[in-house]
């Protein structure tokens, strides 16, 4: 939260070129920035549920969120049942709140279902390092996996911000899109991450690659299914995220390379959960940094110096998730994943 209040308008004054853009980020951030602690404590109890394999209070909690964001987001931007119109800033508190309630709603079911007293959750007389230590070298792999991807796609947005607004302003409707039509694959990642941990937990190994392959099919057949809808009604699609009939009609064809992306997303995103699943932590973490490598390498080439249009600019998407899938794929069919958990098996 200090960084976020301090050090915020210093680096997107050196990162962020459009002042308009600065100013919309901080009065966005400023807000958001109050949310961090019930974020992180949300992301914690996300995690604890998807391990007990209570799935279905994360869809609670998230359908919670996501209606508390609409409602208040609508009401703070546009200045609906007497308050003021407060734009960006608006979203900022609506998010805020929406997160606020994500967590409250994980409190309130931990607390109900008496998950403290079923688990042993929070009762403990002191500290045990030795059970610190290792958590703390089994979950920074997956940290700097994820500072590594949320550095690469801030990179991208950096250098799509210096094709202009307007670009910017296409590219955020693509995300926001992205972002919607990845939710199945998301879940499922997570379901292979929890079907495949929980199988090796009852050293049934051989049932991992066959529980593999099934969370595989149905993510790649509902993509399918997705991109066919999307294909043919992308105005339609479109319109739900921005009533201006410019950026539909120019977002068009990045979202044709979007739709490429995402054939190797709903794959790819799968093998890598599940890699994660079977305690090998530290292999998505090498594979993120090279995946990466090509993703930043191809923005800075592409989009920073040939300043390309962006339907090759979202070429990238497609590199990236390719990239995860030729090295995800190579890991599990070469039967690396077995030895990594004979080696658990005799720490354990």
């Known amino acids: 939260m200090l960084f976020f209040y301090y050090a915020t308008p210093t680096v997107l004054g050196f990162v962020v070129k459009s002042k308009n853009i600065q100013h919309a980020a901080i009065d966005y951030i400023s807000r958001m920035n109050y949310a961090v602690i019930p974020v992180v404590l949300g992301f914690c109890f996300n995690g604890f549920y998807t391990g007990i394999s209570r799935t279905k209070i994360i869809t609670m909690a998230t359908v919670g969120m996501a209606i508390t964001n609409c409602i208040l987001g ?36 931990f607390r109900y279902f008496k998950l403290s007293e079923k688990y042993n959750a929070l009762s403990f007389r002191s500290i045990h390092l030795t059970q610190i230590f290792p958590i703390i070298r089994l979950s920074t792999p997956i940290v700097l996996q994820n500072m590594i991807g949320i550095g690469s796609w801030w990179f991208f947005f950096l250098s799509i911000e210096r094709l ?46 066959p529980a593999l392959k099934k969370v595989l099919i149905v993510s790649v057949g509902i993509s399918m299914s997705i991109n066919i809808i999307i294909l043919l009604f992308p105005n339609v699609i479109l319109s739900i995220f921005t009533n201006d009939s410019n950026i539909i009609r120019d977002a068009i064809p990045p979202f044709y390379t979007l739709m490429i992306a995402m054939l190797f997303f709903s794959s790819s995103m799968i093998m890598n959960f599940g890699i994660t699943g079977t305690g090998a932590t530290f292999v998505p973490t090498i594979v993120e940094v090279f995946c990466s490598i090509f993703y930043v390498t191809y923005c800075y080439i592409f989009i920073q110096i040939r300043h390309s249009p962006l339907y090759i600019a979202w070429g990238c998407e497609v590199i ?17 994943w077995r030895k990594y958990i004979k080696s658990v098996e005799d720490v354990i």
């Open 74 to 109: 609508y009401i703070f931007i546009f200045g609906k049942l007497g308050f003021e119109p407060m734009g960006i800033k608006g979203a900022g508190i609506a998010t805020a709140i929406a997160d606020t309630v994500l967590f409250l709603i994980y409190l309130f079911h």
């Open 164 to 209: 202009g607004e307007y670009e910017l302003a296409i590219s955020g409707i693509l995300k926001s899109l992205f972002v919607f039509i990845g939710i199945p694959v998301w879940s499922l990642a997570s379901t292979s991450n929890t079907v495949i941990s929980n199988i090796i937990g009852q050293n049934r190994i051989n049932d991992v690659i």
């Open 320 to 336: 990236y998730w390719m990239t995860l899938f030729i090295f995800t794929s190579i890991y599990w069919s070469s039967g690396i």
